[in-house]
């Protein structure tokens, strides 16, 4: 039986020892240096964002350092000093001994963790951070070192020699720490891996199978040094069968372990201690499962492949994690299949014919480089429905997909979208100038996962009954007759989503052709046929009775530029049109907070989108309720300044004049009908861009491509969702963890980016003036020759044609010296503020590092001067230094 006191005994006389020098405080300050190093370098801040996960990166290496230095000398110094022997003869068994000494260590390695805290404190000075994330995300620290700590004791109790411990020790903790790298594909491998097991604290989730893993690698670790200090009881006849004896208990210590282990992952409960609760299910899901008829039970049969490339796992786990959870709250309502999909097998298809599509992933094992198919989709079904997730992405929402498909199937019908054909072919079809058919929109796929999908005619009236919700993209491209169909049908109060955008460059920049002030494509023909002159767009693409219908003013070539950008490594590759909405770009209204459809959104990325006006008050009898705003640093830009002739079409101009006008930049409404209206029962929003919708940013979005978390889809399908009268999924779309970002640096950088654009203008405007003045120059010549009495009108116009040559050379020169001068003031302004930028940043960085070891030093410093203090009073009068 153990005795507290014989533990607590030998746990204050190792604790003291270590602190009872100055080595120990530096251990503790080193150590929390280097985290701050790590956790605030230049990628922390071209991240923007408020956590820890630079320093989660780099923890396990930093627990190479500090866990061989805290257990270095636990038994190794004691063999050196030879107290061991002194030790092992008093009244305490050898457990109780390992455990004072293993609760030693792990006390100072609390310690040292505790004054790393001020990270927290120094990310609260510059951020927003989520308490619960940082909460899991040291106790996750704390329980990766306590299991290392027991494998450092191990290495010490190996040897005399304290280097060698050291040694030694780094190289056995780098066993669990590295050893996911030898098999990066093997689900077993890598549950043995430390930094596998270390993800989940790190996103804000306390899983129980990783805690296990940590209790049972720490116990493991005690056994053996348990083992090794009991080998001084064996004789020298006993030391063959004793080894052979504890060997064979070691290894069914180790099964019994990782058995446990593997049972425990297999239906591991988690806590999820994120502030948005993201990684839980959710009471929309939790309600929707009970209220599941018992006579129309759900099927959920997943196909996921066993082994997945290592930026897939996080979504792999999360997925079957999240569907055993369905399985166990289902019961008889609710089953839950899982089919491992080997390749080349039956199962593969199987999942095809179910129409799964399995993605093919580029990865890298061993430094070759391979291409994996994976399959990771599922089939929601009931005996009514049944609808296909084909792939789950990185960033796909994996609860709303699951959970909406559940609701889809378990109902007996579904609401319907109409789509209208336009120009935009959004349903796909033969493209003469693509050559060939292209595939429908994502947006049609991911609407058919709640909806029934129809196309729509705008050749002839629209029913104002078979639709739910009708969907308009670019209906400038409309013929009048087409436009006119349209106007009637939103003119009954049918709700109505349209997208239309002055400036449409998904494709790959092919949208451009079909921008509003573009003439409209002629129609596809056979080879060497001639082929009618296409209808011409109504209005010219101006939208005239639509916009007068619902009391908007929007031009067709009017394009918004805004020079917000959260992302700073991006800020030298995205133009100022390419636009991110968000409440961080100074405009705490860029997504209305009054509306279901956008409060609790955090970021949308446009492409060159347009801007929307609302008539004056006195004129209008509609409520006009903006969605999405531009920051206050944002202008428009006309059809002539942002474009350019080129052969028989027109290019984006790379680097136009831009012109801030203060003014946050409306790009999308919800437009709705008042008591007093004229119109009754208007329902309809309006999007001043396209490519918000386009396979592009669909893709983005599921990929997180470039690490953008962005809301373009959830946007949409909640303005489908709100039109249709049908909000039970919007909370649960909007659900994901808060974008928590460096609010101190974008309170501080925004001032030099704002005096940057202001120089900027400045330098567009000097070069304007110059220009100006060369030709007022040639204006003056003309004016000077044209009123001169003493030349007849030949000579004038020699005198003229010879002055017009000599001043467009002149002219020529001057706009190059003028630009070349611009350029060289543009890109000085540039520098300078990328400097000024660097400057905060490295100002904050130093803060960072500088701050969090001073607690530390100044205990050590305080704990040296009482030391002294103590020593000096111990020491007779007549024997100190006079």
């Given at each position: 039986m153990?005795?507290n006191?014989v533990?607590?005994?030998?746990?204050?006389?190792?604790v003291q020892?270590?602190?009872?020098?100055v080595l120990?405080?530096?251990?503790?300050?080193?150590?929390?240096v280097?985290g701050?190093?790590?956790?605030?370098?230049q990628?922390f801040?071209?991240?923007?964002q408020?956590?820890?996960?630079q320093?989660?990166?780099?923890?396990?290496?930093?627990l190479?350092?500090?866990i061989?230095?805290?257990?270095?000398?636990?038994?190794?110094?004691e063999?050196?000093?030879g107290?061991?022997e002194?030790?092992f003869?008093?009244?305490?068994?050898d457990?109780e001994?390992?455990l004072?000494?293993?609760?030693a260590v792990?006390a100072v390695?609390?310690?040292?963790?505790l004054?790393?805290?001020t990270?927290i404190?120094?990310?609260?000075?510059?951020?927003?951070?989520d308490?619960?994330?940082?909460f899991?995300?040291y106790?996750g620290?704390?329980?990766?070192?306590a299991?290392?700590?027991a494998?450092?004791m191990?290495a010490?109790?190996l040897?005399?020699s304290t280097t060698?411990?050291?040694?030694l020790g780094t190289?056995?903790?780098?066993?669990?720490i590295?050893?996911?790298?030898?098999?990066?594909?093997?689900?077993?491998?890598?549950s043995?891996s430390?930094?596998?097991?270390?993800q989940?604290f790190s996103?804000?989730?306390?899983?129980?199978?990783?805690?296990?893993?940590f209790?049972?690698?720490?116990i493991?670790?005690?056994?053996?040094?348990r083992?090794?200090?009991?080998?001084?009881h064996?004789?020298?006849?006993e030391?063959?069968?004793m080894g052979?004896?504890?060997l064979v208990r070691?290894i069914?210590?180790a099964?019994?372990l990782i058995s446990?282990?593997?049972?425990?992952?297999?239906?591991?409960?988690?806590?999820?201690?994120?502030?948005?609760k993201?990684?839980?299910?959710?009471?929309?899901?939790?309600?929707?499962?009970?209220k599941i008829?018992?006579?129309?039970p759900?099927?959920?049969?997943?196909?996921?492949?066993?082994e997945?490339?290592?930026?897939?796992?996080p979504?792999?786990?999360?997925?079957i994690?999240l569907l055993?959870?369905?399985?166990?709250m289902?019961?008889?309502?609710?089953?839950?299949?899982f089919?491992d999909?080997?390749?080349?097998?039956?199962e593969?298809?199987?999942a095809?014919?179910?129409?799964?599509?399995?993605?093919?992933?580029?990865?890298?094992r061993?430094g070759r480089?391979?291409?994996?198919?994976?399959f990771?989709g599922a089939v929601?079904?009931?005996?009514?429905?049944?609808v296909?997730?084909?792939f789950f992405?990185?960033?796909?929402?994996?609860?709303?997909?699951l959970?909406?498909?559940?609701r889809t199937?378990?109902k007996?019908?579904r609401?319907?979208?109409?789509?209208?054909?336009t120009?935009?072919?959004i349903?796909?079809?033969l493209?003469m100038?693509?050559?060939?058919?292209?595939p429908p929109?994502?947006?049609?796929s991911?609407l058919?996962?709640q909806?029934?999908v129809?196309?729509?005619?705008p050749d002839?009236?629209i029913?104002d009954?078979?639709?739910?919700v009708l969907l308009?993209?670019?209906?400038?491209?409309l013929?009048?007759?087409?436009l006119?169909?349209?106007?009637?049908y939103?003119?009954?109060?049918k709700?109505?989503?349209?997208?239309?955008?002055p400036?449409p460059?998904?494709?790959?920049?092919?949208?451009l052709?079909?921008?509003?002030?573009?003439?409209?494509?002629s129609?596809g023909?056979?080879m060497g046929?001639?082929?009618?002159p296409?209808?011409?767009k109504a209005?010219?693409?101006r939208?005239?009775?639509?916009?007068?219908?619902?009391?908007?003013?929007?031009d067709?070539?009017e394009v918004v530029?805004?020079?917000?950008?959260?992302?700073?490594?991006?800020?030298e590759?995205?133009?100022?049109?390419?636009i991110?909405?968000?409440?961080?770009?100074g405009?705490?209204?860029a997504?209305?907070?009054?509306s279901?459809?956008?409060s609790?959104?955090?970021?949308?990325?446009?492409?060159f989108?347009?801007?929307?006006?609302?008539w004056?008050k006195?004129e209008?009898d509609?409520k006009?309720?903006?969605?999405?705003?531009?920051g206050?640093?944002s202008?428009v830009l006309?059809?002539?300044e942002?474009?350019?002739p080129?052969?028989?079409?027109v290019?984006?101009v790379q680097?136009p004049?831009?012109?801030?006008d203060?003014?946050?930049?409306?790009?999308?409404?919800?437009i709705t009908?008042?008591?007093?209206?004229?119109v009754k029962?208007?329902?309809v929003?309006?999007?001043a861009d396209?490519d918000?919708?386009?396979d592009?940013?669909?893709?983005?979005?599921?990929?997180?491509?470039?690490g953008?978390?962005i809301?373009?889809?959830?946007f949409l399908?909640n303005?489908?969702d709100?039109?249709?009268g049908?909000d039970?999924?919007?909370s649960l779309?909007?659900r994901?963890q808060?974008?928590?970002?460096?609010?101190?640096?974008?309170?501080?950088?925004?001032?030099?980016?704002?005096?940057r654009?202001?120089?900027?203008e400045?330098?567009?405007?000097d070069?304007?003036a110059?220009?100006?003045?060369?030709?007022?120059?040639?204006k003056?010549?003309?004016?000077?020759?044209?009123?001169?009495?003493?030349?007849?009108?030949r000579?004038?116009?020699i005198?003229?044609?010879?002055?017009?040559?000599?001043?467009s050379?002149r002219?020529e020169v001057?706009?190059?010296?003028?630009?070349r001068e611009?350029?060289r003031?543009v890109e000085?302004i540039?520098?300078?503020?990328e400097?000024q930028?660097r400057?905060?940043?490295?100002?904050?960085?130093?803060?960072?590092?500088?701050?969090?070891?001073?607690?530390?030093?100044?205990?050590g410093?305080?704990f040296?001067?009482f030391?002294?203090k103590?020593e000096?009073q111990?020491?007779s009068p007549d024997?100190r230094?006079?």
């Amino acid at each position: 039986m153990l005795r507290n006191n014989v533990v607590l005994a030998v746990f204050k006389r190792n604790v003291q020892s270590y602190f009872s020098g100055v080595l120990g405080y530096l251990f503790i300050v080193v150590f929390v240096v280097a985290g701050a190093f790590a956790a605030f370098n230049q990628q922390f801040f071209a991240n923007n964002q408020a956590n820890l996960d630079q320093l989660s990166l780099w923890y396990p290496l930093l627990l190479l350092f500090i866990i061989p230095a805290i257990t270095m000398g636990v038994w190794a110094d004691e063999k050196k000093m030879g107290t061991d022997e002194l030790l092992f003869t008093l009244p305490a068994s050898d457990l109780e001994i390992l455990l004072g000494k293993f609760l030693a260590v792990l006390a100072v390695y609390t310690i040292a963790l505790l004054f790393s805290l001020t990270h927290i404190f120094v990310l609260y000075s510059i951020g927003n951070p989520d308490l619960g994330l940082m909460f899991t995300t040291y106790f996750g620290y704390w329980l990766a070192g306590a299991s290392l700590l027991a494998a450092g004791m191990f290495a010490s109790a190996l040897t005399s020699s304290t280097t060698v411990a050291f040694v030694l020790g780094t190289v056995i903790c780098a066993v669990p720490i590295f050893i996911g790298q030898v098999a990066p594909s093997s689900d077993l491998i890598q549950s043995l891996s430390l930094v596998q097991q270390f993800q989940d604290f790190s996103t804000g989730v306390l899983p129980l199978a990783s805690i296990l893993y940590f209790i049972s690698l720490a116990i493991m670790m005690l056994y053996l040094n348990r083992v090794l200090i009991t080998r001084r009881h064996w004789s020298s006849q006993e030391q063959n069968t004793m080894g052979l004896q504890y060997l064979v208990r070691t290894i069914s210590l180790a099964v019994i372990l990782i058995s446990v282990n593997a049972i425990v992952s297999y239906g591991s409960s988690r806590i999820d201690m994120t502030s948005e609760k993201v990684y839980s299910l959710s009471r929309t899901t939790k309600d929707l499962i009970a209220k599941i008829d018992d006579k129309n039970p759900v099927t959920i049969e997943a196909f996921i492949s066993p082994e997945v490339s290592r930026e897939y796992v996080p979504i792999r786990k999360r997925l079957i994690g999240l569907l055993r959870e369905y399985d166990q709250m289902g019961g008889k309502r609710l089953q839950v299949r899982f089919v491992d999909v080997e390749p080349f097998s039956k199962e593969e298809e199987e999942a095809r014919l179910l129409n799964i599509t399995p993605e093919r992933v580029q990865t890298e094992r061993g430094g070759r480089a391979y291409v994996e198919t994976i399959f990771m989709g599922a089939v929601v079904k009931s005996a009514t429905d049944e609808v296909v997730i084909p792939f789950f992405n990185v960033g796909t929402p994996v609860e709303y997909e699951l959970t909406r498909s559940i609701r889809t199937v378990s109902k007996d019908d579904r609401l319907t979208v109409g789509i209208l054909n336009t120009d935009a072919r959004i349903f796909g079809g033969l493209d003469m100038s693509m050559g060939g058919n292209q595939p429908p929109w994502l947006i049609v796929s991911e609407l058919k996962k709640q909806y029934r999908v129809e196309q729509v005619s705008p050749d002839s009236p629209i029913s104002d009954t078979d639709y739910d919700v009708l969907l308009a993209v670019l209906p400038s491209s409309l013929t009048e007759p087409q436009l006119k169909n349209l106007v009637d049908y939103v003119k009954k109060g049918k709700p109505t989503l349209i997208c239309d955008d002055p400036m449409p460059v998904f494709g790959g920049g092919r949208g451009l052709q079909m921008a509003p002030r573009m003439p409209k494509p002629s129609p596809g023909g056979m080879m060497g046929m001639r082929q009618p002159p296409p209808t011409p767009k109504a209005y010219d693409g101006r939208l005239t009775p639509l916009l007068r219908l619902l009391e908007i003013d929007w031009d067709n070539g009017e394009v918004v530029f805004d020079f917000f950008n959260p992302h700073p490594e991006f800020a030298e590759v995205v133009r100022p049109e390419l636009i991110f909405i968000s409440p961080k770009s100074g405009t705490p209204s860029a997504f209305s907070l009054d509306s279901n459809i956008t409060s609790g959104l955090q970021e949308i990325l446009t492409f060159f989108p347009g801007s929307i006006r609302p008539w004056k008050k006195e004129e209008r009898d509609l409520k006009f309720e903006p969605l999405l705003k531009t920051g206050p640093n944002s202008g428009v830009l006309a059809w002539d300044e942002i474009t350019s002739p080129f052969f028989n079409s027109v290019r984006i101009v790379q680097d136009p004049i831009r012109k801030i006008d203060k003014y946050a930049q409306v790009l999308a409404a919800h437009i709705t009908s008042t008591p007093k209206s004229k119109v009754k029962d208007l329902n309809v929003i309006f999007v001043a861009d396209a490519d918000l919708i386009s396979d592009e940013l669909f893709n983005i979005r599921e990929r997180q491509a470039f690490g953008l978390k962005i809301d373009n889809v959830t946007f949409l399908l909640n303005c489908v969702d709100q039109l249709a009268g049908d909000d039970s999924y919007i909370s649960l779309r909007k659900r994901r963890q808060k974008h928590r970002t460096l609010t101190l640096v974008e309170r501080e950088t925004s001032v030099f980016i704002k005096e940057r654009n202001a120089e900027r203008e400045k330098a567009n405007e000097d070069a304007d003036a110059k220009l100006q003045e060369a030709r007022d120059r040639l204006k003056e010549q003309r004016e000077k020759i044209e009123k001169d009495p003493s030349m007849d009108s030949r000579e004038k116009q020699i005198r003229l044609r010879m002055a017009e040559e000599n001043e467009s050379r002149r002219l020529e020169v001057d706009e190059a010296k003028i630009e070349r001068e611009k350029q060289r003031q543009v890109e000085k302004i540039k520098a300078q503020t990328e400097r000024q930028i660097r400057e905060i940043e490295n100002r904050i960085r130093w803060y960072a590092i500088l701050v969090p070891p001073f607690p530390a030093i100044l205990l050590g410093i305080c704990f040296l001067f009482f030391r002294l203090k103590n020593e000096n009073q111990n020491i007779s009068p007549d024997r100190r230094l006079k």
